[in-house]
């Protein structure tokens, strides 16, 4: 008995590392060369009712992941869109859910899927960057930073 309770903190502190470890290895998608592009001229520095961002989304892991929601603390509203030429007529449609396949990724592109970014809460500038939350439907959220950039600037 005495040689099952000294067993029992190494006991403890086995399950502590392997829960660690497990945790460790978890892996998440990530947000890359995210930016938005900002109207040029003398608009650039004023607030925009409506801005577009781009960027890629990295799924690495073996699953898949999949976005159910954009949030920005630095907009009223934001959200996944895609524009699709039909009928010879450019059409652009939200996108409520985002499939990216295990060891794949997602582009957000000018005429393709990208983001809404609705009326900023402060005038924005060139230069600066702000953040977007993407929430996974297993309730993770993804965490980018999006740089603003002049429409001129190298994509």
């Not at 970014?117 to 993770?140: C, H, I, N, T, Y």
């Not at 980018?144 to 002049?150: A, D, I, P």
Request: hydrophobic residues 45%; charged residues 20%.
């Amino acid at each position: 008995m005495n040689m099952t309770r000294a067993a029992l903190p190494w006991l403890a502190l086995g399950l502590a590392l392997a829960s660690l470890a497990a945790c460790a290895g978890e892996c998440t998608p990530q947000v890359r060369e995210g930016w938005v592009r900002m109207p040029p001229g003398p608009m650039a520095s004023a607030t925009m009712p409506m801005l577009a961002g781009y960027g890629r989304i990295d799924n690495a892991c073996a699953t898949p992941a999949t976005i159910v929601s954009v949030t920005s603390p630095a907009f009223a509203d934001a959200s996944l869109h895609e524009t699709r030429l039909v009928d010879g007529i450019s059409r652009m449609r939200a996108v409520p859910a985002l499939r990216i396949a295990p060891r794949s990724a997602a582009v957000l592109e000018r005429g393709g899927l990208h983001l809404m970014l609705m009326q900023p809460r402060a005038p924005l500038r060139s230069g600066s960057k702000v953040a977007v939350e993407f929430r996974l439907q297993d309730g993770r959220t993804l965490r980018g930073e999006f740089e603003l950039r002049g429409e001129t600037a190298a994509e």
